[in-house]
């Protein structure tokens, strides 16, 4: 390595008053040291690098030096760093980085060096990996056992050890069934099978040979694997689990054949119950009228809490309101106070001519702020409990949060466009500051228009009441400017879009789906090809190019569903296909039809939009007239163009 000037580190433990956010000037000069750093120009870089030694980002232009080429320095002045900055968000943020670089070096005993367990799984595998290739190689073995155990499947990062393992180690009998019966009640029976037949055990080598084969052909192969083993450990959850998965991917099939099954003798009540329950909740989610059947076939004291909601939503599709307060009364006191239930027993109420106990439900859930508050204020007619009281915080403590380093390091991040790491240092830090200390930052950053800071803070100030700072019209021109464009109301896509990423720009969820309306890569392609907009690797990372193309989503979907806004917001996060599938045959209101949908998480997101709809019409729009009742059409399956 060659020797670079501990004079990089030189400036770091000092002391200074830093001014409010980066000038055009700073911020001129970082990019210029940023741009020399690239072209590895060290010796202009230092002379640009001392001009920014008093903004808050010197530590991180710092961190980017390093990892611009690791290998380019002393191991002492990077020990300087991480020890000037020892507990900062940089230096964690450096070993997992420096950890990550000796990954892709395999050079393990610097990934050890630098390794901290803060990489998930991955990096369990590969601190495994590096203490077998530095000498602890009964350990390393052991470990991986260990974890081998504890999870049913392991990712790819684990797989070059897995093979090491294999050929090193045998687990004991008792490990690999622990290993087995895990891999097949999750279905993957096949790799279980392969893991039994190293033991010498043929019982349960004949166990889960027949229970593959059931799962695979159960009208040929499921009598004889219940007659033979169904007094073994564990057989309940093997066939719950052989029918569950039938069911899953066929229902109709798997309630025929189970209905003509003989040899349910052979099972305790539990287990026929839990297959019974399998059955109905996926004839609930599909809305076939056997639904009815099958629920009704669970004993109480097998219900879970996921069936029992299905009860409730099969009556409320067949708008059958004296099965719901049938259901309703016999539920546990945690479902029966929930806000969903409380507002369908009112409905149930009124629809079955029962208003003056339908009122006081609807009149006690009229005072929330919530979704189910505001339908219930629209059915009696009430005014909506939205004021808006702004948070008071001392200017003292707003100064003092200016003055904060970490406070200005998560601003200045921000607007030189590492929108990500911004936000990654804002979780890492927030938990350190008070709830008046939040609730300052919270104004600061919505005064600079950081809406995914401000948002964060005011929410986890508690100041729930502040709607103002809590919706704020972010990117509003952008917003503006693409509603018109694709003919879509602008509170329509900031409602959505607060639901979406709370405004994180660089937000990318589980799905991939990516930035402030949370597109996937693929979809954006289709609707750029669609609709000839410009698209490119990256746009979904820039806030106007992601509004255009999340507002040409929204228009695509509203004139597939017949102008149903809720249509066209359910299609936009569950898919086109599955709102196609779930429309009904006879016609509902939609909030009835919203309580019905099979996915839980797309329910919930269409409630929350509307929610967002109301505040940001009542409140911050100014829009009085605006109420939910309104978005509550009928729908059927005439709905789809």
């Known amino acids: 390595m060659r020797l670079i000037l501990l004079a990089f580190l030189g400036l770091a433990l000092t002391t200074f008053s830093f001014s409010y956010g980066m000038d055009k000037a700073e911020i001129a000069e970082y990019y210029k040291a940023k741009d020399l750093l690239s072209k590895k120009n060290y010796k202009a870089y230092y002379q640009v690098k001392a001009k920014l030694t008093k903004t808050p980002l010197y530590t991180y232009l710092q961190y980017q030096e390093i990892l611009s080429d690791p290998e380019h320095f002393k191991d002492q002045t990077i020990e300087d760093f991480l020890k000037v900055n020892q507990g900062s968000f940089w230096?964690?943020?450096?070993?997992?980085?420096?950890?990550?670089?000796?990954?892709?070096?395999?050079?393990?005993?610097?990934?050890?060096?630098?390794?901290?367990?803060?990489?998930g799984v991955n990096g369990q595998c590969y601190a495994i990996q590096a203490k077998y290739a530095t000498g602890e190689q009964e350990a390393a073995l052991a470990d991986f056992t260990k974890l081998w155990l504890s999870r049913v499947r392991l990712p790819k990062a684990c797989n070059d050890f897995e093979t090491i393992w294999q050929n090193k180690i045998m687990p004991s009998e008792r490990e690999i069934r622990l290993k087995t019966y895990a891999l097949a009640t999750t279905g993957y029976v096949d790799q279980a099978l392969k893991w039994i037949n190293k033991t010498n055990n043929k019982t349960?080598?004949?166990?889960?040979?027949?229970?593959?084969?059931?799962?695979?052909?159960?009208?040929?192969?499921?009598?004889?694997?219940?007659?033979?083993?169904?007094?073994?450990?564990?057989?309940?959850?093997?066939?719950?689990?052989?029918?569950?998965?039938?069911?899953?991917?066929?229902?109709?099939?798997?309630?025929?054949?189970?209905?003509d099954f003989k040899q349910k003798s052979l099972l305790d009540d539990k287990t026929i119950n839990l297959i019974n329950a399998e059955i109905a909740i996926d004839f609930a989610r599909s809305h076939h009228k056997e639904a009815l059947t099958w629920l009704k076939l669970v004993e109480s004291e097998y219900a879970s809490s996921l069936l029992w909601q299905w009860r409730l939503r099969t009556a409320l599709?067949?708008?059958?309101?004296?099965?719901?307060?049938?259901?309703?009364?016999?539920?546990?006191?945690?479902?029966?106070?929930?806000?969903?239930?409380?507002y369908w027993q009112a409905k149930s109420l009124a629809a079955l001519k029962q208003m003056d106990k339908a009122k006081p439900i609807f009149t006690e859930l009229a005072k929330q702020l919530s979704y189910y508050g505001f339908l219930?204020?629209?059915?009696?007619?009430?005014?909506?409990?939205?004021?808006?009281?702004?948070?008071?915080v001392a200017l003292d403590v707003i100064k003092n949060m200016k003055n904060n380093l970490t406070v200005q390091q998560v601003f200045d991040l921000y607007q030189i466009g590492e929108y990500g790491l911004s936000y990654s240092l804002w979780r890492w830090s927030m938990n350190s500051?008070?709830?008046?200390?939040?609730?300052?930052?919270?104004?600061?950053a919505h005064d600079d228009k950081i809406y995914q800071i401000s948002v964060s803070a005011y929410g986890n100030s508690g100041a729930v009441n502040d709607l103002v700072g809590l919706y704020p019209l972010a990117f509003w021109s952008d917003v503006k400017k693409a509603?018109?464009?694709?003919?879509?109301?602008?509170?329509?896509?900031?409602?959505?879009?607060r639901q979406e990423s709370a405004f994180r720009v660089h937000g990318i969820s589980s799905a991939s789906a990516t930035g402030l309306m949370q597109l996937l890569p693929s979809t954006a392609e289709f609707l750029a090809k669609k609709y000839r907009l410009d698209y490119k690797d990256g746009d979904l990372y820039q806030p106007n190019k992601?509004?255009?193309?999340?507002?040409?989503?929204?228009?695509?979907?509203?004139?597939?569903?017949?102008?149903?806004?809720?249509?066209?917001?359910?299609?936009?996060?569950?898919?086109?296909?599955?709102?196609?599938?779930?429309?009904?045959?006879?016609?509902?209101?939609?909030?009835?039809?919203?309580?019905?949908?099979?996915?839980?998480?797309?329910?919930?997101?269409?409630?929350?939009?509307?929610?967002n709809l109301v505040v940001y019409n009542q409140v911050i729009l100014g829009n009085k007239t605006f109420h939910l009742s309104q978005l509550m059409l009928p729908i059927s399956k005439k709905d789809k163009s």
């Not at 159960?218 to 309940?236: A, C, L, R, T």
């Open 376 to 392: 219930s204020a629209d059915v009696l007619k009430l005014p909506y409990v939205l004021t808006n009281e702004n948070a008071i």
């Open 91 to 119: 230096a964690a943020e450096l070993r997992k980085d420096l950890a990550n670089y000796y990954i892709s070096k395999q050079s393990w005993s610097r990934f050890l060096q630098y390794y901290e367990g803060n990489l």
């Open 204 to 259: 349960l080598q004949g166990f889960y040979g027949l229970w593959l084969k059931a799962s695979q052909n159960p009208k040929k192969f499921m009598i004889d694997w219940v007659e033979e083993y169904h007094q073994i450990n564990g057989f309940s959850s093997a066939i719950v689990s052989v029918m569950d998965n039938l069911s899953a991917k066929d229902v109709y099939y798997a309630a025929s054949f189970w209905q």
């Open 317 to 342: 599709y067949w708008q059958d309101y004296k099965l719901y307060l049938k259901w309703y009364d016999e539920l546990s006191t945690d479902l029966k106070s929930a806000d969903e239930w409380r």
């Open 433 to 444: 500051f008070t709830r008046e200390e939040l609730l300052a930052i919270a104004k600061l």
């Open 546 to 611: 992601v509004i255009i193309l999340g507002a040409a989503n929204l228009n695509f979907m509203d004139k597939l569903f017949n102008g149903k806004l809720v249509l066209g917001m359910a299609a936009y996060n569950a898919g086109q296909g599955n709102v196609a599938n779930w429309l009904p045959e006879h016609t509902m209101n939609a909030d009835q039809w919203i309580e019905i949908m099979p996915f839980g998480e797309t329910r919930q997101y269409v409630k929350n939009i509307l929610r």
């Open 483 to 497: 509603a018109k464009d694709f003919e879509i109301q602008p509170d329509v896509i900031i409602a959505m879009m």
